[in-house]
């Protein structure tokens, strides 16, 4: 069953414009944890947050910000004022206790940003 | 902190070989690494789970006789295609974790193309 949805496929920005990138997560376990991570062309993972099930305050790092609401099982992520340098692919990831914390990745979404 | 190499990062080889990629947690003890498949604009899939000193834990539909994955120190976890095919092309990606954690660490990956 899938864990972690991203149901955006691709998105395509101009750069300035902001970018909001949804992820849509399935547990049954109240000890849980979701990420984001970024994956430039070169292929390296880049970890960007972790988040606890406990701690639904929003967090904002300088351009990114990301917006946790146990409510709707989102946990979705914005870049803000974009630039080329934000084309990636960006993966959700959920990690709980039921899979022994195993992390269970969405199927990505494809950001990019013209110039 | 918390950094993961793999080597090699692009290896190609020619069907029937068989390749082996490292993968070093270089400044902190992993108790568990895990591997994972990356195919072309796809998610991660997580391979299996290795723990220090024990058998690798495979998730359903790896092939273990195919996939002969080691974990023989703190630092060190081996992943070894065997008669590797152009089907075995892929983007091999481990994670690192320590005692725990519950965090993963990304190595670079490893780009393997079997001709």
């Known amino acids: 069953a899938q864990k972690v949805t991203q149901a955006q496929t691709e998105i395509s920005v101009v750069e300035k414009e902001d970018v909001t990138l949804d992820c849509v997560y399935e547990?049954?376990?109240?000890?849980?944890?979701l990420f984001w991570y970024k994956q430039p062309p070169s292929g390296e993972l880049v970890f960007l947050i972790r988040?606890?099930?406990?701690?639904?305050q929003n967090e904002i790092s300088g351009r990114y910000s990301w917006n946790f609401q146990k409510s709707t099982s989102s946990f979705n992520f914005t870049i803000t004022a974009s630039q080329v340098v934000d084309s990636a692919v960006y993966f959700c990831a959920l990690s709980d206790f039921s899979n022994d914390y195993k992390l269970s990745f969405g199927a990505g979404t494809t950001v990019t940003v013209r110039a | 902190g918390a950094v993961v190499s793999q080597h090699p990062s692009r290896v190609i080889c020619k069907s029937g070989t068989s390749v082996k990629i490292e993968c070093r947690s270089l400044?902190?003890?992993?108790?568990?690494m895990f591997w994972y498949r990356q195919f072309p604009k796809k998610s991660l899939m997580l391979m299996a789970t290795?723990?220090?000193?024990?058998?690798?834990?495979?998730e359903q539909g790896v092939e273990k006789d195919k996939f002969l994955i080691n974990h023989a120190s703190l630092t060190l976890s081996t992943l070894t295609v065997t008669s590797a095919h152009p089907e075995d092309s892929s983007f091999y990606i481990c994670?690192?974790?320590?005692?725990?954690?519950?965090?993963?660490?990304f190595g670079p990956g490893t780009r393997l193309t079997v001709l």
């Open positions: 994670s690192a974790e320590g005692r725990g954690n519950n965090e993963q660490f």
């Open positions: 400044d902190f003890q992993a108790t568990t």
């Open positions: 547990t049954r376990d109240t000890t849980y944890y």
């Open positions: 988040r606890n099930s406990f701690d639904e």
């Open positions: 290795s723990n220090e000193g024990s058998k690798a834990t495979y």
